[in-house]
């Protein structure tokens, strides 16, 4: 909605949206993008592959159920909370890996749509909702999800980056042939590209941080799956429990030290300083908050 053709409208942080809703009263999301939020990004999506596929072992419905659970519970516990949180916020990231990791696989196992397909599939998927989001918000900026309506599209964001990331991960691993250590190595590869072109070239820090999103979920569901399929299947063996036990507790490890040292914690509305400031002008694409976006300086 536009007033007086002046851009989007701009909700008011702290304000009521529609009746009965808890809207956000600062960013939902880190405010620091440190490099510890890369490894743990990492660690949610080697966590979340190994933990839907060690759950797609036993009865196929009993593992839906689980892991429809584990949404809804990070959805609600998420969205009811007024500001960025890391345990809900973490919580929630690898509910959806696991999720969509099974939403993915259920297409190709299932349905029968390859590989190629469902990564073509996500991949438009992914795009639609870029296109819908930063049309309706004129920004694609983290440090901007301060509204209901924008955390709704950051996490529709979230969930189609794990889907695609899953089906792309098992496309280059299987219909390419490269396997999954090849996989990981070409993956890391691309990750680093966006890296560098922010570092040294200054890529626009928005476009690098989502290039970067997008990637980390072939790469950490490769690593998972390199690390846990048997031989055969160009693994080492490792086991699916096993290796989505040990992402899950360094996952936990890694939460608890953001939630003691709070250093991507955002600061709360009406903080002291200067005037213009405060979260609502945090909101924005400035060139400090999209420093941020891959690594504070």
């Given at each position: 909605?536009?007033?007086?053709?002046?851009?989007?409208?701009?909700?008011?942080?702290?304000?009521?949206?529609?009746?009965?809703?808890?809207?956000p009263?600062?960013?939902?999301?880190?405010?620091?993008?440190?490099?510890?939020?890369?490894?743990?990004?990492?660690?949610?999506?080697?966590?979340?592959?190994?933990?839907?596929?060690?759950?797609?072992?036993?009865?196929?419905?009993?593992?839906?159920?689980?892991?429809?659970?584990?949404?809804?519970?990070?959805?609600?516990?998420?969205?009811?909370?007024?500001?960025?949180?890391?345990?809900?916020?973490?919580?929630?990231?690898?509910?959806?890996?696991?999720?969509?990791?099974?939403?993915?696989?259920?297409?190709?196992?299932?349905?029968?749509?390859?590989?190629?397909?469902?990564?073509?599939?996500?991949?438009?998927?992914?795009?639609?909702?870029?296109?819908?989001?930063?049309?309706?918000?004129?920004?694609?900026?983290?440090?901007?999800i301060?509204?209901?309506?924008?955390?709704?599209?950051?996490?529709?964001?979230?969930?189609?980056?794990?889907?695609?990331?899953?089906?792309?991960?098992?496309?280059?691993?299987?219909?390419?042939g490269?396997?999954?250590?090849?996989?990981v190595?070409?993956?890391?590869?691309?990750?680093?590209?966006?890296?560098?072109?922010?570092?040294?070239?200054?890529?626009?820090?928005?476009?690098?941080?989502?290039s970067?999103?997008?990637?980390?979920?072939?790469?950490?569901?490769?690593?998972?799956?390199?690390?846990?399929?048997?031989?055969?299947?160009?693994?080492?063996?490792?086991g699916?429990g096993?290796?989505?036990?040990i992402?899950?507790?360094?996952?936990?490890?890694?939460?608890?030290?953001?939630?003691?040292?709070?250093?991507?914690?955002?600061?709360?509305?009406?903080?002291?300083?200067?005037?213009?400031?405060?979260?609502?002008?945090?909101?924005?694409?400035?060139?400090?908050?999209?420093?941020?976006?891959?690594?504070?300086?």
């Amino acid at each position: 909605m536009r007033a007086n053709g002046s851009g989007p409208r701009r909700e008011p942080v702290g304000t009521r949206e529609s009746l009965g809703t808890r809207v956000p009263l600062g960013t939902k999301v880190p405010a620091k993008i440190t490099a510890l939020f890369w490894v743990i990004k990492l660690l949610t999506t080697a966590g979340g592959e190994a933990t839907s596929d060690w759950l797609a072992l036993g009865s196929h419905v009993t593992g839906a159920a689980v892991e429809t659970g584990l949404l809804l519970i990070g959805l609600i516990w998420q969205f009811r909370v007024r500001r960025y949180t890391p345990a809900a916020y973490w919580f929630l990231a690898y509910a959806i890996a696991i999720f969509g990791t099974g939403v993915s696989d259920t297409l190709h196992l299932t349905v029968g749509i390859p590989y190629a397909g469902t990564t073509l599939l996500w991949a438009v998927v992914l795009a639609g909702i870029f296109i819908v989001w930063y049309r309706s918000e004129r920004t694609l900026s983290i440090h901007s999800i301060v509204t209901r309506r924008r955390e709704m599209f950051y996490w529709a964001t979230v969930f189609a980056t794990f889907a695609l990331g899953t089906a792309l991960g098992d496309f280059t691993a299987t219909t390419l042939g490269l396997g999954y250590l090849g996989s990981v190595v070409l993956f890391f590869v691309v990750i680093m590209i966006p890296a560098i072109a922010w570092r040294g070239f200054s890529l626009n820090a928005v476009i690098a941080f989502w290039s970067a999103y997008v990637v980390t979920r072939p790469l950490g569901a490769s690593v998972a799956d390199y690390v846990s399929k048997a031989p055969s299947l160009s693994g080492v063996g490792f086991g699916d429990g096993r290796t989505a036990l040990i992402a899950t507790v360094a996952v936990a490890i890694g939460v608890a030290y953001l939630a003691v040292t709070r250093s991507d914690i955002q600061p709360p509305a009406g903080s002291a300083g200067p005037a213009g400031s405060g979260p609502a002008a945090r909101a924005g694409d400035t060139g400090r908050q999209q420093g941020q976006a891959m690594h504070p300086r």
